[in-house]
Protein backbone atom coordinates (compact mmCIF):
# COMPACT_ATOMS: atom_id res chain seq x y z
CA UNK A 1 0.00 0.00 0.00
CA UNK A 2 1.65 3.40 -0.72
CA UNK A 3 0.76 6.29 1.72
CA UNK A 4 -2.19 8.75 0.59
CA UNK A 5 -0.06 11.45 -0.40
CA UNK A 6 1.69 9.22 -3.14
CA UNK A 7 -2.31 7.97 -4.57
CA UNK A 8 -3.89 9.73 -7.67
CA UNK A 9 -7.46 9.99 -5.96
CA UNK A 10 -10.13 12.00 -8.36
CA UNK A 11 -12.51 14.12 -6.70
CA UNK A 12 -15.49 11.82 -7.48
CA UNK A 13 -18.45 13.84 -6.47
CA UNK A 14 -20.96 11.46 -6.41
CA UNK A 15 -18.61 8.64 -4.78
CA UNK A 16 -16.13 9.40 -1.39
CA UNK A 17 -14.37 12.56 -1.68
CA UNK A 18 -11.12 11.95 0.39
CA UNK A 19 -9.54 15.04 1.05
CA UNK A 20 -5.44 14.23 1.15
CA UNK A 21 -2.53 15.53 1.39
CA UNK A 22 -0.05 18.16 -0.62
CA UNK A 23 -1.99 17.85 -3.89
CA UNK A 24 -4.73 20.35 -3.08
CA UNK A 25 -3.22 22.86 -1.03
CA UNK A 26 -3.93 26.17 -2.93
CA UNK A 27 -3.53 29.01 -0.34
CA UNK A 28 -0.64 30.67 2.00
CA UNK A 29 -1.89 33.06 4.44
CA UNK A 30 0.00 33.79 7.54
CA UNK A 31 -2.34 34.16 10.02
CA UNK A 32 -3.92 31.00 12.21
CA UNK A 33 -7.78 30.55 12.17
CA UNK A 34 -8.10 28.67 15.52
CA UNK A 35 -5.02 29.25 17.87
CA UNK A 36 -4.68 27.63 21.12
CA UNK A 37 -0.88 27.41 22.07
CA UNK A 38 1.66 30.56 20.95
CA UNK A 39 2.97 29.01 17.54
CA UNK A 40 6.64 29.11 17.14
CA UNK A 41 9.18 28.92 14.43
CA UNK A 42 12.31 26.72 13.52
CA UNK A 43 11.17 23.69 14.85
CA UNK A 44 12.16 21.23 12.38
CA UNK A 45 15.93 21.95 13.84
CA UNK A 46 16.00 19.18 15.93
CA UNK A 47 19.71 18.38 16.29
CA UNK A 48 20.77 21.28 18.34
CA UNK A 49 19.10 20.01 21.21
CA UNK A 50 19.95 20.80 24.88
CA UNK A 51 22.69 18.88 26.62
CA UNK A 52 20.87 15.86 28.10
CA UNK A 53 21.95 14.67 31.55
CA UNK A 54 24.00 11.37 32.38
CA UNK A 55 20.76 9.38 33.57
CA UNK A 56 16.91 10.89 33.27
CA UNK A 57 13.81 9.28 33.31
CA UNK A 58 12.09 8.93 29.74
CA UNK A 59 8.46 7.60 31.02
CA UNK A 60 7.06 7.23 34.30
CA UNK A 61 3.61 4.97 34.09
CA UNK A 62 1.51 3.30 36.84
CA UNK A 63 3.38 0.01 37.60
CA UNK A 64 6.87 0.95 35.56
CA UNK A 65 9.19 3.41 34.84
CA UNK A 66 11.93 3.63 31.43
CA UNK A 67 15.32 5.61 32.41
CA UNK A 68 18.35 6.01 29.80
CA UNK A 69 21.78 6.02 31.77
CA UNK A 70 25.19 5.87 30.42
CA UNK A 71 26.23 3.14 28.60
CA UNK A 72 27.03 -0.68 30.67
CA UNK A 73 31.14 -0.77 30.97
CA UNK A 74 32.66 -3.58 28.96
CA UNK A 75 29.24 -3.39 26.51
CA UNK A 76 30.15 -1.45 22.92
CA UNK A 77 26.19 -1.59 22.14
CA UNK A 78 22.88 -0.26 23.55
CA UNK A 79 21.58 -2.88 26.46
CA UNK A 80 18.25 -3.52 27.96
CA UNK A 81 18.08 -3.66 31.31
CA UNK A 82 14.74 -5.09 32.43
CA UNK A 83 14.34 -5.38 36.82
CA UNK A 84 11.00 -6.41 37.69
CA UNK A 85 9.74 -7.04 41.53
CA UNK A 86 6.40 -8.30 43.25
CA UNK A 87 5.41 -6.36 45.66
CA UNK A 88 8.77 -4.75 46.24
CA UNK A 89 10.59 -7.97 45.93
CA UNK A 90 12.74 -9.04 42.86
CA UNK A 91 11.33 -12.47 41.09
CA UNK A 92 12.81 -14.89 39.02
CA UNK A 93 11.19 -13.99 35.40
CA UNK A 94 11.72 -14.54 31.51
CA UNK A 95 11.21 -10.89 29.25
CA UNK A 96 10.42 -11.71 25.23
CA UNK A 97 11.15 -8.48 23.34
CA UNK A 98 9.42 -6.68 20.04
CA UNK A 99 9.03 -4.09 18.35
CA UNK A 100 7.71 -2.12 14.83
CA UNK A 101 10.15 -2.22 12.38
CA UNK A 102 10.21 -0.96 8.78
CA UNK A 103 8.49 -3.74 7.19
CA UNK A 104 5.76 -5.38 9.88
CA UNK A 105 7.20 -6.43 13.38
CA UNK A 106 11.07 -7.67 14.27
CA UNK A 107 12.14 -9.84 16.62
CA UNK A 108 15.09 -8.33 19.00
CA UNK A 109 15.51 -10.95 21.23
CA UNK A 110 14.99 -12.62 24.77
CA UNK A 111 16.15 -13.35 28.50
CA UNK A 112 16.17 -14.49 31.96
CA UNK A 113 16.68 -13.46 35.41
CA UNK A 114 16.31 -13.04 38.88
CA UNK A 115 15.19 -9.95 39.69
CA UNK A 116 17.49 -8.38 36.78
CA UNK A 117 17.74 -9.37 33.23
CA UNK A 118 19.75 -7.31 30.10
CA UNK A 119 19.65 -8.52 26.42
CA UNK A 120 21.61 -6.06 23.43
CA UNK A 121 19.07 -4.02 21.28
CA UNK A 122 21.54 -1.88 18.93
CA UNK A 123 20.55 -3.84 16.00
CA UNK A 124 16.56 -2.88 16.87
CA UNK A 125 17.99 0.83 17.06
CA UNK A 126 19.41 0.30 13.66
CA UNK A 127 15.62 -0.64 12.54
CA UNK A 128 13.64 2.12 15.02
CA UNK A 129 16.32 4.91 12.67
CA UNK A 130 15.18 3.50 9.38
CA UNK A 131 10.79 3.38 10.96
CA UNK A 132 10.98 6.95 12.10
CA UNK A 133 13.10 8.20 8.93
CA UNK A 134 10.51 6.42 7.31
CA UNK A 135 7.26 8.19 9.18
CA UNK A 136 9.20 11.40 8.31
CA UNK A 137 11.05 11.93 11.81
CA UNK A 138 14.53 12.86 12.90
CA UNK A 139 15.71 10.36 15.22
CA UNK A 140 15.88 12.94 18.12
CA UNK A 141 12.41 13.92 17.33
CA UNK A 142 10.44 10.22 17.92
CA UNK A 143 10.43 6.79 18.26
CA UNK A 144 8.69 3.41 18.55
CA UNK A 145 8.03 1.28 21.70
CA UNK A 146 9.52 -1.98 21.78
CA UNK A 147 7.36 -4.28 23.31
CA UNK A 148 8.53 -6.50 26.12
CA UNK A 149 5.86 -9.27 27.46
CA UNK A 150 7.46 -10.48 30.57
CA UNK A 151 6.37 -13.15 32.23
CA UNK A 152 6.85 -14.79 36.07
CA UNK A 153 4.85 -17.20 38.63
CA UNK A 154 3.49 -16.31 42.08
CA UNK A 155 1.84 -17.77 44.75
CA UNK A 156 -2.05 -17.01 45.92
CA UNK A 157 -2.60 -19.06 48.81
CA UNK A 158 -2.20 -22.67 47.82
CA UNK A 159 -2.34 -22.20 43.92
CA UNK A 160 0.82 -21.14 41.98
CA UNK A 161 -0.36 -18.48 38.72
CA UNK A 162 1.70 -17.71 35.75
CA UNK A 163 0.82 -14.09 33.96
CA UNK A 164 2.35 -11.84 31.53
CA UNK A 165 2.76 -8.12 31.44
CA UNK A 166 3.22 -6.08 28.26
CA UNK A 167 5.07 -3.53 28.93
CA UNK A 168 5.97 -0.67 25.68
CA UNK A 169 9.48 0.94 26.24
CA UNK A 170 10.36 4.16 24.32
CA UNK A 171 12.55 3.80 22.19
CA UNK A 172 14.33 7.23 20.82
CA UNK A 173 17.37 6.45 18.57
CA UNK A 174 19.17 10.00 18.84
CA UNK A 175 19.40 9.92 22.95
CA UNK A 176 18.79 5.26 23.10
CA UNK A 177 21.83 4.91 21.32
CA UNK A 178 25.23 4.60 23.10
CA UNK A 179 23.18 4.23 26.74
CA UNK A 180 22.12 1.73 28.83
CA UNK A 181 17.75 1.77 28.79
CA UNK A 182 16.74 0.28 32.45
CA UNK A 183 13.03 -0.47 32.82
CA UNK A 184 11.82 -1.18 36.78
CA UNK A 185 8.67 -2.46 36.48
CA UNK A 186 6.22 -3.19 39.22
CA UNK A 187 5.06 -6.43 37.82
CA UNK A 188 0.91 -6.83 37.33
CA UNK A 189 -0.05 -8.80 34.79
CA UNK A 190 -2.42 -8.58 31.84
CA UNK A 191 -3.00 -12.31 30.98
CA UNK A 192 -3.35 -14.71 33.95
CA UNK A 193 -3.67 -18.41 34.55
CA UNK A 194 -3.42 -21.18 37.06
CA UNK A 195 -0.06 -22.94 36.60
CA UNK A 196 -1.14 -26.45 38.18
CA UNK A 197 -3.39 -27.69 40.68
CA UNK A 198 -1.23 -28.80 43.35
CA UNK A 199 0.33 -25.27 43.39
CA UNK A 200 4.01 -27.04 43.72
CA UNK A 201 6.40 -25.21 41.38
CA UNK A 202 9.88 -24.36 41.61
CA UNK A 203 12.19 -21.88 39.64
CA UNK A 204 15.32 -23.05 37.52
CA UNK A 205 17.88 -21.10 35.76
CA UNK A 206 19.09 -24.15 34.02
CA UNK A 207 16.72 -26.12 32.05
CA UNK A 208 15.54 -27.51 28.50
CA UNK A 209 15.36 -25.03 25.57
CA UNK A 210 12.08 -25.83 23.38
CA UNK A 211 12.77 -24.66 19.71
CA UNK A 212 9.64 -22.95 17.36
CA UNK A 213 8.20 -26.65 16.85
CA UNK A 214 5.12 -28.18 18.31
CA UNK A 215 6.97 -30.94 19.41
CA UNK A 216 10.22 -33.02 19.03
CA UNK A 217 12.30 -35.79 20.17
CA UNK A 218 15.33 -34.88 22.42
CA UNK A 219 18.06 -36.79 24.64
CA UNK A 220 20.15 -33.74 25.44
CA UNK A 221 20.39 -32.80 28.60
CA UNK A 222 19.41 -28.88 29.36
CA UNK A 223 22.09 -26.27 28.46
CA UNK A 224 23.80 -24.36 30.92
CA UNK A 225 21.88 -21.04 30.72
CA UNK A 226 18.26 -20.75 29.49
CA UNK A 227 16.60 -17.14 28.13
CA UNK A 228 12.60 -18.91 28.27
CA UNK A 229 10.56 -18.85 31.65
CA UNK A 230 11.14 -22.56 32.64
CA UNK A 231 9.71 -23.59 36.07
CA UNK A 232 9.72 -27.60 37.90
CA UNK A 233 6.52 -28.80 38.44
CA UNK A 234 5.93 -30.50 41.66
CA UNK A 235 9.77 -30.93 41.70
CA UNK A 236 8.86 -33.42 45.29
CA UNK A 237 7.15 -36.21 43.46
CA UNK A 238 8.49 -38.85 41.47
CA UNK A 239 6.77 -38.05 38.38
CA UNK A 240 7.53 -34.47 38.36
CA UNK A 241 8.17 -32.24 35.35
CA UNK A 242 9.52 -29.10 33.67
CA UNK A 243 7.02 -26.64 32.36
CA UNK A 244 8.27 -23.62 29.92
CA UNK A 245 5.82 -20.27 29.33
CA UNK A 246 6.93 -18.88 26.14
CA UNK A 247 5.72 -15.86 23.70
CA UNK A 248 6.29 -16.26 19.83
CA UNK A 249 6.15 -13.65 17.07
CA UNK A 250 3.98 -15.28 14.24
CA UNK A 251 3.45 -12.97 11.42
CA UNK A 252 2.17 -9.38 10.75
CA UNK A 253 -1.35 -9.56 9.87
CA UNK A 254 -1.76 -5.74 8.26
CA UNK A 255 0.99 -3.20 7.89
CA UNK A 256 -0.24 0.00 6.04
CA UNK A 257 -0.90 3.48 5.73
CA UNK A 258 -4.47 4.30 7.82
CA UNK A 259 -6.50 7.64 8.33
CA UNK A 260 -6.05 8.34 12.16
CA UNK A 261 -9.37 10.44 13.08
CA UNK A 262 -10.35 12.90 15.78
CA UNK A 263 -13.47 14.07 14.96
CA UNK A 264 -15.90 12.44 13.04
CA UNK A 265 -19.82 13.45 12.14
CA UNK A 266 -22.49 11.75 10.71
CA UNK A 267 -25.86 13.12 9.49
CA UNK A 268 -28.50 10.90 7.67
CA UNK A 269 -31.19 12.13 5.36
CA UNK A 270 -33.46 13.78 7.67
CA UNK A 271 -30.09 15.77 9.82
CA UNK A 272 -29.14 16.62 6.06
CA UNK A 273 -32.28 18.53 5.03
CA UNK A 274 -31.51 20.64 8.47
CA UNK A 275 -28.27 21.08 9.25
CA UNK A 276 -26.31 23.38 6.69
CA UNK A 277 -22.23 23.20 7.93
CA UNK A 278 -20.43 21.00 10.21
CA UNK A 279 -16.91 22.30 11.24
CA UNK A 280 -13.77 20.53 12.75
CA UNK A 281 -10.93 22.02 14.70
CA UNK A 282 -7.91 20.14 15.57
CA UNK A 283 -5.62 21.75 17.80
CA UNK A 284 -1.99 19.27 19.13
CA UNK A 285 0.58 21.13 20.76
CA UNK A 286 3.65 19.34 22.70
CA UNK A 287 5.70 21.28 25.25
CA UNK A 288 8.70 22.65 24.84
CA UNK A 289 11.09 19.46 26.14
CA UNK A 290 8.59 17.39 26.70
CA UNK A 291 6.95 14.02 24.90
CA UNK A 292 3.23 12.60 23.96
CA UNK A 293 2.96 8.81 23.52
CA UNK A 294 0.50 6.62 21.04
CA UNK A 295 -0.93 3.91 23.45
CA UNK A 296 -1.16 0.76 22.12
CA UNK A 297 -4.16 -2.01 21.35
CA UNK A 298 -4.21 -5.34 21.79
CA UNK A 299 -7.16 -8.31 21.15
CA UNK A 300 -6.97 -11.26 24.21
CA UNK A 301 -8.91 -13.84 24.54
CA UNK A 302 -11.23 -11.05 26.77
CA UNK A 303 -11.46 -8.70 24.21
CA UNK A 304 -9.98 -5.48 23.65
CA UNK A 305 -7.52 -3.76 25.73
CA UNK A 306 -6.03 -0.42 25.77
CA UNK A 307 -1.98 -1.04 27.04
CA UNK A 308 -0.78 2.19 28.45
CA UNK A 309 2.21 3.03 27.41
CA UNK A 310 5.08 4.50 24.70
CA UNK A 311 3.91 2.68 21.41
CA UNK A 312 5.37 5.58 19.75
CA UNK A 313 6.88 8.74 20.93
CA UNK A 314 6.88 11.93 20.01
CA UNK A 315 9.20 15.10 21.51
CA UNK A 316 9.64 18.62 21.37
CA UNK A 317 12.58 20.43 21.68
CA UNK A 318 13.20 23.51 23.35
CA UNK A 319 9.80 25.11 22.14
CA UNK A 320 6.26 24.18 22.32
CA UNK A 321 5.80 22.38 19.11
CA UNK A 322 2.16 23.13 17.59
CA UNK A 323 2.37 19.74 15.19
CA UNK A 324 -1.14 19.38 14.09
CA UNK A 325 -3.49 22.75 13.82
CA UNK A 326 -6.07 21.64 11.11
CA UNK A 327 -9.59 22.84 10.93
CA UNK A 328 -12.02 22.04 8.18
CA UNK A 329 -15.57 24.04 6.81
CA UNK A 330 -17.65 21.05 5.26
CA UNK A 331 -20.98 22.48 3.47
CA UNK A 332 -23.94 20.85 2.72
CA UNK A 333 -24.58 21.19 -0.89
CA UNK A 334 -28.59 21.38 -0.46
CA UNK A 335 -28.00 24.96 0.96
CA UNK A 336 -25.54 26.09 -1.17
CA UNK A 337 -23.26 25.84 -4.19
CA UNK A 338 -20.13 27.11 -2.14
CA UNK A 339 -17.45 24.45 -1.78
CA UNK A 340 -16.12 24.32 1.92
CA UNK A 341 -12.76 24.92 3.12
CA UNK A 342 -9.97 23.11 5.14
CA UNK A 343 -6.53 24.94 6.42
CA UNK A 344 -3.70 23.98 8.26
CA UNK A 345 -1.35 26.10 10.34
CA UNK A 346 2.85 25.53 9.10
CA UNK A 347 5.25 25.53 12.17
CA UNK A 348 8.20 25.50 9.89
CA UNK A 349 7.20 29.18 8.94
CA UNK A 350 4.39 29.97 11.14
CA UNK A 351 1.65 30.44 8.12
CA UNK A 352 -1.53 28.86 7.29
CA UNK A 353 -2.68 27.15 4.14
CA UNK A 354 -5.97 27.03 2.61
CA UNK A 355 -7.73 24.67 0.04
CA UNK A 356 -11.00 23.76 -1.30
CA UNK A 357 -12.90 20.76 -0.17
CA UNK A 358 -16.18 19.70 -2.14
CA UNK A 359 -19.78 19.83 -0.39
CA UNK A 360 -21.73 16.70 0.45
CA UNK A 361 -24.91 15.66 -0.01
CA UNK A 362 -27.47 14.78 3.27
CA UNK A 363 -26.47 10.91 4.03
CA UNK A 364 -22.95 11.49 5.02
CA UNK A 365 -19.82 10.44 7.36
CA UNK A 366 -17.33 13.51 7.95
CA UNK A 367 -13.97 12.95 9.34
CA UNK A 368 -11.13 15.28 9.98
CA UNK A 369 -7.58 14.27 11.22
CA UNK A 370 -4.11 12.99 10.08
CA UNK A 371 -2.61 9.49 9.01
CA UNK A 372 0.45 7.24 9.73
CA UNK A 373 1.34 3.87 9.91
CA UNK A 374 -1.11 1.16 11.54
CA UNK A 375 0.47 -2.69 11.94
CA UNK A 376 -1.05 -5.61 13.40
CA UNK A 377 1.41 -8.43 14.92
CA UNK A 378 0.14 -11.98 15.72
CA UNK A 379 1.52 -13.37 18.98
CA UNK A 380 1.57 -17.08 20.23
CA UNK A 381 1.50 -17.78 23.95
CA UNK A 382 2.82 -21.68 24.22
CA UNK A 383 2.99 -23.88 27.13
CA UNK A 384 5.55 -26.45 26.60
CA UNK A 385 6.37 -29.57 29.02
CA UNK A 386 8.39 -32.65 28.99
CA UNK A 387 8.70 -35.10 32.24
CA UNK A 388 11.49 -35.83 34.01
CA UNK A 389 13.70 -37.58 36.39
CA UNK A 390 16.62 -35.90 36.92
CA UNK A 391 15.69 -32.48 36.13
CA UNK A 392 17.97 -31.93 33.58
CA UNK A 393 16.84 -34.62 30.82
CA UNK A 394 13.26 -35.04 29.35
CA UNK A 395 12.24 -38.58 30.37
CA UNK A 396 10.59 -39.96 27.02
CA UNK A 397 12.88 -37.45 25.00
CA UNK A 398 9.89 -35.34 23.37
CA UNK A 399 8.63 -32.06 24.37
CA UNK A 400 5.10 -30.81 24.28
CA UNK A 401 4.22 -27.87 23.65
CA UNK A 402 0.33 -26.16 22.88
CA UNK A 403 -0.87 -23.04 22.24
CA UNK A 404 -2.75 -21.56 24.72
CA UNK A 405 -3.90 -18.31 23.34
CA UNK A 406 -3.33 -15.86 20.57
CA UNK A 407 -3.16 -12.38 20.73
CA UNK A 408 -2.70 -9.54 17.97
CA UNK A 409 -1.38 -6.29 19.04
CA UNK A 410 -2.12 -2.81 17.29
CA UNK A 411 0.19 -0.41 16.58
CA UNK A 412 0.07 3.34 15.49
CA UNK A 413 2.09 6.14 14.67
CA UNK A 414 1.28 9.46 12.87
CA UNK A 415 3.31 10.33 9.53
CA UNK A 416 5.13 14.00 9.66
CA UNK A 417 5.62 15.93 6.77
CA UNK A 418 9.22 17.01 7.12
CA UNK A 419 8.86 20.24 4.95
CA UNK A 420 6.18 21.84 7.51
CA UNK A 421 7.03 19.93 10.20
CA UNK A 422 3.37 19.16 10.74
CA UNK A 423 1.28 16.05 10.78
CA UNK A 424 -0.49 15.75 7.18
CA UNK A 425 -4.33 16.31 7.06
CA UNK A 426 -6.38 14.50 6.51
CA UNK A 427 -10.26 14.52 5.65
CA UNK A 428 -12.63 12.32 4.75
CA UNK A 429 -16.37 13.02 2.88
CA UNK A 430 -18.36 9.88 2.42
CA UNK A 431 -21.71 10.39 1.15
CA UNK A 432 -21.84 7.24 -0.62
CA UNK A 433 -21.97 4.65 2.31
CA UNK A 434 -18.91 3.04 1.19
CA UNK A 435 -15.75 1.95 2.90
CA UNK A 436 -16.64 3.87 6.45
CA UNK A 437 -19.86 3.13 6.97
CA UNK A 438 -19.08 -0.38 8.57
CA UNK A 439 -16.91 1.90 11.25
CA UNK A 440 -19.33 4.17 11.95
CA UNK A 441 -22.29 1.30 12.60
CA UNK A 442 -19.69 -0.26 14.89
CA UNK A 443 -19.58 3.54 17.22
CA UNK A 444 -23.53 3.41 16.73
CA UNK A 445 -23.49 0.45 18.89
CA UNK A 446 -21.61 2.16 21.55
CA UNK A 447 -22.88 4.42 24.43
CA UNK A 448 -23.61 8.30 23.67
CA UNK A 449 -24.01 11.33 25.81
CA UNK A 450 -27.22 14.09 24.56
CA UNK A 451 -24.72 16.71 25.33
CA UNK A 452 -27.34 19.44 23.22
CA UNK A 453 -30.84 19.40 23.11
CA UNK A 454 -32.21 22.24 21.82
CA UNK A 455 -34.13 24.10 19.16
CA UNK A 456 -31.49 25.69 16.74
CA UNK A 457 -33.07 28.44 14.26
CA UNK A 458 -31.78 29.44 10.78
CA UNK A 459 -27.88 29.81 10.53
CA UNK A 460 -27.66 29.07 14.43
CA UNK A 461 -24.95 26.97 15.85
CA UNK A 462 -23.67 24.96 18.85
CA UNK A 463 -20.39 24.36 19.54
CA UNK A 464 -18.68 21.62 21.77
CA UNK A 465 -15.31 21.92 23.15
CA UNK A 466 -13.22 19.11 24.29
CA UNK A 467 -9.93 19.19 25.36
CA UNK A 468 -7.29 16.61 26.44
CA UNK A 469 -9.57 14.58 27.03
CA UNK A 470 -10.61 12.72 30.23
CA UNK A 471 -8.61 10.82 32.79
CA UNK A 472 -7.81 7.35 33.01
CA UNK A 473 -5.69 5.01 35.65
CA UNK A 474 -2.37 6.58 36.84
CA UNK A 475 -4.62 10.31 36.40
CA UNK A 476 -3.48 10.15 32.60
CA UNK A 477 -4.67 13.12 30.36
CA UNK A 478 -6.24 11.22 26.97
CA UNK A 479 -7.23 11.63 23.74
CA UNK A 480 -8.71 8.59 22.37
CA UNK A 481 -9.42 7.89 18.54
CA UNK A 482 -11.40 5.02 16.80
CA UNK A 483 -12.63 5.44 13.15
CA UNK A 484 -11.41 3.90 11.02
CA UNK A 485 -9.22 1.75 13.81
CA UNK A 486 -10.57 -1.48 14.15
CA UNK A 487 -9.53 -0.87 18.68
CA UNK A 488 -11.86 1.52 19.83
CA UNK A 489 -10.51 3.73 22.36
CA UNK A 490 -6.99 3.37 21.26
CA UNK A 491 -5.10 7.09 21.89
CA UNK A 492 -2.85 9.38 22.96
CA UNK A 493 -1.29 10.48 26.17
CA UNK A 494 -0.71 14.19 26.81
CA UNK A 495 0.50 13.27 30.33
CA UNK A 496 -0.94 13.95 33.86
CA UNK A 497 -3.04 16.11 35.11
CA UNK A 498 0.30 17.51 37.70
CA UNK A 499 2.60 17.35 34.76
CA UNK A 500 0.89 18.07 31.10
CA UNK A 501 3.19 17.12 28.03
CA UNK A 502 0.77 18.51 25.24
CA UNK A 503 -2.79 19.73 24.60
CA UNK A 504 -5.11 17.91 22.38
CA UNK A 505 -8.18 19.77 21.96
CA UNK A 506 -11.00 19.00 19.34
CA UNK A 507 -13.87 21.76 18.66
CA UNK A 508 -16.64 20.68 16.51
CA UNK A 509 -19.46 23.17 15.41
CA UNK A 510 -23.00 22.14 13.56
CA UNK A 511 -24.76 24.77 12.12
CA UNK A 512 -28.85 24.71 10.87
CA UNK A 513 -30.05 25.69 7.55
CA UNK A 514 -33.38 25.62 8.91
CA UNK A 515 -35.47 25.18 12.12
CA UNK A 516 -34.72 22.53 13.87
CA UNK A 517 -34.65 20.47 17.20
CA UNK A 518 -30.72 19.14 17.35
CA UNK A 519 -29.76 16.37 19.94
CA UNK A 520 -26.60 16.31 19.99
CA UNK A 521 -24.92 12.66 20.46
CA UNK A 522 -21.07 12.49 21.37
CA UNK A 523 -20.61 8.35 21.65
CA UNK A 524 -18.36 7.05 23.93
CA UNK A 525 -16.82 3.10 24.11
CA UNK A 526 -16.28 0.85 26.75
CA UNK A 527 -11.96 0.38 27.38
CA UNK A 528 -10.81 -2.48 29.49
CA UNK A 529 -7.77 -2.50 31.29
CA UNK A 530 -7.03 -5.85 32.84
CA UNK A 531 -4.21 -5.55 34.98
CA UNK A 532 -4.90 -7.88 38.61
CA UNK A 533 -3.11 -7.36 41.49
CA UNK A 534 -0.99 -10.31 42.10
CA UNK A 535 -2.56 -11.04 45.25
CA UNK A 536 -5.95 -10.99 44.34
CA UNK A 537 -8.58 -12.84 42.21
CA UNK A 538 -9.02 -11.21 38.43
CA UNK A 539 -10.56 -8.25 37.79
CA UNK A 540 -12.07 -6.21 35.15
CA UNK A 541 -12.16 -2.12 35.37
CA UNK A 542 -13.99 -0.40 32.46
CA UNK A 543 -13.18 3.07 31.26
CA UNK A 544 -15.43 5.09 29.32
CA UNK A 545 -13.75 6.82 26.83
CA UNK A 546 -15.05 9.36 24.04
CA UNK A 547 -14.15 7.88 20.45
CA UNK A 548 -12.19 10.77 19.29
CA UNK A 549 -15.27 12.62 19.51
CA UNK A 550 -17.91 11.09 16.93
CA UNK A 551 -21.00 13.19 17.24
CA UNK A 552 -24.47 12.31 15.14
CA UNK A 553 -26.66 15.50 15.80
CA UNK A 554 -29.95 14.19 15.81
CA UNK A 555 -32.22 16.49 14.11
CA UNK A 556 -35.99 16.71 13.48
CA UNK A 557 -38.03 19.86 12.06
CA UNK A 558 -39.78 22.55 13.46
CA UNK A 559 -43.34 22.54 13.66
Known amino acids: MVKPSQQNMPMAWTRIKLVAVGVILITFISISIFQVIPT ?194 DPFLPSWKIACYIWFYKYTEYDGWSPIIFATTHLDLVDGGLISEIHHYVDVAIIANKRIYFELGAEIDTGYLTIPGPGFTVQADRSDWTIFKYSCRYINANFTTTPGECSQYVPKDGSTRR ?13 TGTYGRYKVGVYEY ?34 LNPDTQAWYPYSIIDDSRSRYWDAWVRILQQKYDVIFDSKLSKDQYYTNSLAALSYTAGNVLYFAFGLPLRVFGLGVSAGTSYDRTAYVSVDHVARAGKCAYVKLRRYYTPQLYLEPGVTHTWQKSELVQPIAPAYWPYSLPCG
Open 355 to 367: WEVPSFDKDVILA
Open 40 to 233: VSNLWVVQNVVSLPASYEVYKGANYMVQYVPAFKLHNETHLVVKVRINNTPVDFGVYAFGPGLDGFVEVGKARGRGEARMPVGRYISEAVRLVKDLGYTPRQAGPGLLLFVVTSWKEGNETYVGTQIVPVPIIPGEATGRGIVVEINFKPHIKHRMNSSGNAAEIRTSPLPPNVDGYPTLQSMPSTVTDYCVWI
Open 382 to 415: KYCECPTSDGYTCTYGVWRCITKSTHRIHWIAPE
